[in-house]
């Protein structure tokens, strides 16, 4: 063969050729990992199609239009749209996701069923501290509207493959924060073992293995063969964080229209 033919062979196959070793590593993330990684409790999961109504109960203009700026990165290519009210007065009867600054950070669970009430279902309060970075703050609004969607904290999966010594780790942390919070003493105890032990398979969904998700917990602690094991702070979302929402909510958020609240009775179509 002409050695001009094979140069203009291995012109065009080389690019080609370069990406084989990342197809490879989708191939076995998608396909060929163990599904331990993101994780929706199905129950917590939201209508198909539908325009979650967000209502921010006190902030400034500034941490209104921050998180306006970085919680719609979850829903690119999702059904999903956020819409977005600066007070509860101008906000519609029916709300999904009600956000104070005034106390502790955190968020109730994907679909929490509780439309009609004023009372905050995420509280943002280490966005007002200022001692965030930006990269931090951005980490705060993914992570809990990450819960919001409906999403875990990664070391929940039923496959989570470092052991339950994380699990364990959590709970001396977790009682003060939530006798703070209002519940008594037992209350916190049961609260705090039912937030740091695994998922129910059969209850969830779940995408293939991801460290790199935001909705780990940044964290060092002892796997069960005792060597250490760091978990990093993500402030951005995973490759599969993206195709976990748009793989459960898949498709085009439909333009939200003044008045065409879309059903919440609508059934809930399970993405197998
Ligand atoms: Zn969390």
Same mark, same amino acid.
């Given at each position: ?96 996701? =009600?956000?104070?600054? *005034?106390?502790?950070? %955190?968020?109730? #669970? +994907? ?5 009609? !009430? ?19 703050? =951005?980490?705060?609004? *993914?992570?809990?509207? %990450?819960?919001? #969607? +409906? ?5 929940? !999966? ?115």
């Amino acid at each position: 063969m002409p050695n001009v033919i094979i140069n203009r062979f291995l012109l065009l196959a080389a690019p080609a050729i370069l990406r084989i070793p990342l197809l490879l590593v989708f191939f076995y993330a998608l396909v060929l990992a163990p599904a331990y990684a993101a994780v929706m409790v199905i129950d917590k999961q939201w209508p198909q199609n539908t325009s979650l109504k967000v209502v921010f109960l006190d902030c400034s203009k500034d941490q209104q239009r921050l998180v306006e700026q970085v919680a719609p990165q979850w829903l690119a290519k999702s059904n999903l749209s956020f819409q977005f009210y600066d007070s509860f007065e101008k906000a519609p009867k029916e709300t999904h996701i =009600r956000i104070s600054f *005034l106390v502790h950070s %955190g968020s109730r #669970l +994907g679909n929490h069923r509780d439309y009609c !009430s004023d009372k905050a279902t995420m509280n943002l309060f280490d966005l007002t501290t200022g001692q965030l970075s930006d990269s931090s703050a =951005r980490r705060l609004i *993914l992570h809990e509207f %990450g819960h919001a #969607l +409906g999403l875990v904290h990664e070391f929940r !999966s039923p496959y989570w493959p470092y052991g339950t010594n994380v699990l364990q780790k959590m709970l001396p942390n977790c009682y003060p924060k939530m006798e703070r919070i209002g519940y008594s003493k037992q209350g916190a105890i049961l609260r705090c073992k039912a937030v740091n032990r695994p998922v129910d398979p059969k209850k969830s969904e779940k995408t293939a293995f991801d460290e790199f998700s935001v909705m780990n917990y940044p964290t060092i602690f002892t796997t069960q063969d005792g060597s250490k094991k760091t978990i990093s702070a993500q402030s951005r979302l995973s490759y599969l964080d993206r195709y976990a929402i748009q793989l459960w909510y898949p498709g085009r958020a439909v333009p939200y229209i003044c008045g065409s609240t879309p059903s919440l009775k609508q059934t809930n179509r399970r993405i197998k």
